[in-house]
């Protein structure tokens, strides 16, 4: 378990580590800066939320039967897509106040963080061996 939280800290990392140049490149391209800023805050966000919503489910579908478990996954798996369309549907009516391309940008966070995930991890174990 302890691992796992680990891990899960290193994934949420990867999120920002991912955004802070998707944030920047946005800031210089967008013609509207704010809103592009604040799409790929609000992607970032809900990308480490929904890493957050698979640690935790996982953890409990791990404690269940295989049919319960296979049901508990694909509901969770549901909520999760729900969420990012929801996110995703806000921004494409609210575009002037938060950017749907920035939002995209920030949700492929969690897509991305899971290819990073082993360099943070080196990362975080050669900041720790220095410091």
């Given at each position: 378990m302890r691992e796992a939280k680990k891990i899960l800290k290193e994934m949420i990392i990867g999120?920002?580590?991912?955004?802070?140049?998707?944030?920047?490149m946005l800031a210089f391209i967008a013609e509207n800066k704010p809103a592009a800023v604040c799409g790929v805050l609000a992607g970032a966000f809900t990308a480490a939320g929904i890493?957050?919503?698979?640690?935790?489910?996982l953890d409990?579908?791990?404690?269940m039967d295989p049919e319960?478990?296979?049901?508990?996954t694909l509901k969770s798996a549901f909520q999760r897509t729900f969420i990012m369309v929801a996110v995703l549907m806000v921004s494409m009516i609210w575009y002037s106040y938060v950017h749907p391309i920035g939002v995209?940008?920030?949700?492929?966070?969690?897509?991305?963080?899971?290819?990073?995930?082993?360099?943070?991890?080196?990362?975080?174990?050669?900041?720790?061996?220095?410091?």
């Open positions: 999120v920002f580590i991912w955004s802070l140049p998707v944030l920047v890493i957050y919503h698979m640690y935790k489910h409990i579908a791990l404690d319960n478990a296979r049901k508990h995209v940008l920030g949700l492929m966070g969690v897509k991305m963080t899971a290819y990073m995930q082993p360099y943070v991890h080196r990362f975080i174990a050669s900041v720790k061996r220095v410091g």
